[in-house]
Each structure stands twice: as C-alpha cells, then as structure tokens.
C-alpha cells in the first residue's frame, strides 16, 4: 500500500497578515500548552485506523508552528513511530516565520526530527514588510534566514510578488539574496486579494490598488528567467527547486497522493477500497477543541468523491506541476467517459492551438503561457 503524508495544523499566529485568508488566530500563548496535547490526541486518534500505512512526509503547518514547543514536536513524532511506520528517510517540515525562533529554538526542532525548514520570508525589503504586515522588520528577516542556514541544510524560503509598492528590482533582490543564504527551494506566490481579508476590504475602498498586467508579467518573467539560470527549475507554478531538492510532501498533494489531516481546519484524501474520500475537520479551533475533548467526530466533512469530483480535483492540482498529468495514471481510477466528457477533443485541441496546452499519449500539461493563465484554462476545461 502507499505512503501515506501527514499534515498537522497548528493555527495561531502573533498577529494576522492582512492578506491571509488560511485558517489561523491569534491567541494568547499561555493556550498553545494544551493545544499542543489536544493536537496529539488528534493525531493519535487519526493514526488508529492507519496502522498498516507507513509515512513519507510530515508537514506542521499553519499558522505559525514555529510558536510550538520542541516537545510537543518530537511527542507527535514518537506517536507516528509507534502507531505506524516512519519511513527512515521521511520529509519532517516545519513552517516558520521570522521573529518567533532563535537559534537555540531551530536546534532543539531539529534534535528533535524536523530536517526541513520552511521559512515565510515574503521579502528582505523593509518597505514590503510593512506593506505584507509582517511582525519582523527587514534586519530580523536577515537574521532569520542565516540562522536557518546555520541550522538546516534542507530549507525552503517563500517570497510574495505582485504588489504596488514592490519593483522587479526589490524581488530580484529578494530571489538573489534567498540564494546567497544557500536555499536550494523557493516557493514564491503571486499576491492575491481573497474575500474577507484587510487586503479585499481595502482594494474594494481604493485605499490600495492591484498592478497593473504588465507589472505582473514582468515579475513572472523576472522569476522565471533568473531561477532557472542558477539551476533552480519550476516543478511547479509556484514552486522552484535545484534538481532533488523538490517538496515530497506538497508534490504528494499534487500527484494527488493520501494524505491526512490532523488539526481545526484540515484537510485530508484518503482511498478506501478504490474510491477516494474527502475528509475535513472542524475548522473553529473551540469547536474542534471541545469535540475532541468530549470524544466526539472532529470533521465537519467525510464524504465519498464522485469520479466527477475525483477528476476535476486530479486536473486542478495535476495541472500546477510542470510535468503534467499523467494520463496512464488518470485512466486506473478515473472512467474513461468522464475523462473524455471534461477534458474533450475540442477543448484541448484548442488550448494547444493557442499554445496554452501540450498533450501527448502519456501526459498533459500546460505550456509557460498557459501556466500565466492557469485559472482561466482550469474554468474553461472544467466548465
């Protein structure tokens, strides 16, 4: 049977980012103690029914996990050992900001098992800090990032591109410097404007504006030419790695691998005698917390997906990695005529006259132009 991939989700944060719609809080630190006992009761409570799957990948997300203790890491951890197998070369990532760790901190996470770092830069420019939100200025941010370099040879830094008061020569800056720190993997996400955030509400009031799509466009292309020239390549539309140094657990999401979720607001697919399943828990942390406390159901979702539903969620993650869906693949669990209703003849032929799309016998996937546009062509192929 196939490894299984385990997110943990830690929800809180110092302060919340104004243009964060994730499932985080901010909360007084003198609960993160027994969250963190409740988390473990989660996921020993999940693990019951997973004894025969061995794991590849833990990711404790957020959030900003970073805030947890060292303890309650390697407590998780220990229960993942003794309730299924952790394969020996398992991925261990922990999310981080800046300004909530020190050096001795990323010791101790790492003593304890973590051997990936993921670190939420968003930018080394003062100005683009202040406009993100962040909790750390443009000198702490430095220093975050060399102690990480200090500490793990394995480590991810995420930058945000696209917004008013950020130039091409700001995140060529950014990309520069994340690779004089030795990062060998960057995710790097266009800025959105998602609803029920300071940044949707402040948009819609005129009080910042979006750029402008040719700023946008010469940021992608800026990203895309530099990268590639320090041998970092795009696995993924907004992902880059030196060859071997990709996520194992993010790429388990988009070759739509098992995964489950432990924590408020998780989410997990799990297949069960053929079928894949959409689990989603509570996503209130009270709630959550209270139902598991109570020994009641933690998930507010647990469903069976159509072959519909299975294949327009195969596309939609499929078509973010740079290799494509593989269509053998698609073909074992998916029918033949849904595949054929959704991604028809005449939808691809289009796209691939508009070099948008390239589709061979084994794969499909999209094109640079077509990556640009990845929204626009997942709507029109699944509408």
């Given at each position: ?14 302060s ?10 901010v ?8 969250f963190?006992?409740l ?35 390697e407590n ?26 020190d050096?001795?901190?990323?010791l101790d ?34 220093r975050?990032?060399e102690i990480?370099?200090?500490v793990?040879?394995?480590f991810s ?5 696209g ?50 799509e ?31 140094w ?19 607001g ?16 509570i ?8 139902a ?6 933690t ?42 209703q ?10 691939k ?16 132009s077509g ?13």
């Amino acid at each position: 049977m196939a490894a299984l991939a385990v997110y943990v989700h830690w929800p809180f944060c110092v302060s919340k980012c104004p243009y964060c719609d994730f499932m985080s809080v901010v909360a007084d630190p003198a609960l993160y103690e027994d969250f963190e006992e409740l988390l473990l009761k989660d996921l020993k409570n999940e693990l019951k029914n997973f004894s025969n799957r061995s794991v590849s990948s833990i990711f404790f997300g957020g959030g900003t996990p970073s805030l947890m203790r060292a303890k309650s890491i390697e407590n998780m951890l220990k229960a993942l050992q003794n309730q299924c197998l952790l394969e020996n070369n398992a991925e261990i990532t922990l999310e981080a900001n800046p300004g909530t760790f020190d050096h001795q901190k990323l010791l101790d996470f790492k003593n304890v098992g973590i051997n990936r770092l993921s670190l939420g830069v968003q930018s080394f420019r003062e100005k683009n800090l202040r406009f993100l939100g962040r909790i750390y200025d443009e000198k702490q941010s430095r220093r975050a990032a060399e102690i990480v370099s200090r500490v793990f040879t394995n480590f991810s830094m995420d930058f945000i591109y696209g917004y008013q008061c950020q130039t091409p020569e700001d995140l060529l800056q950014d990309l520069a410097q994340a690779l004089d720190f030795g990062c060998r993997h960057l995710s790097c996400y266009q800025l959105t404007f998602e609803k029920n955030t300071p940044f949707f509400r402040q948009l819609a009031a005129g009080i910042i504006k979006k750029i402008d799509e040719n700023h946008e466009l010469e940021c992608c292309k800026l990203i895309n030419d530099f990268l590639p020239n320090k041998n970092i390549h795009r696995y993924e539309v907004s992902n880059y790695a030196v060859l071997g140094w990709e996520s194992r657990h993010n790429l388990s999401y988009w070759k739509y691998q098992d995964y489950l979720g432990v924590g408020p607001g998780a989410h997990g697919r799990i297949t069960h005698d053929g079928r894949k399943y959409e689990i989603v828990k509570i996503s209130s942390p009270e709630k959550w917390a209270a139902a598991l406390e109570n020994g009641e159901n933690t998930e507010s979702i647990r469903k069976m997906l159509s072959f519909q539903e299975e294949l327009e969620e195969r596309v939609i993650m499929g078509l973010r990695l740079a290799d494509g869906i593989d269509l053998k693949n698609l073909q074992k669990t998916i029918p033949e005529k849904n595949i054929r209703q959704t991604l028809t003849d005449q939808k691809i032929y289009f796209l691939k006259t508009q070099n948008l799309l390239e589709k061979t016998n084994e794969k499909i996937k999209l094109t640079y132009s077509g990556m640009l546009k990845m929204n626009s062509i997942l709507e029109f192929l699944l509408d």
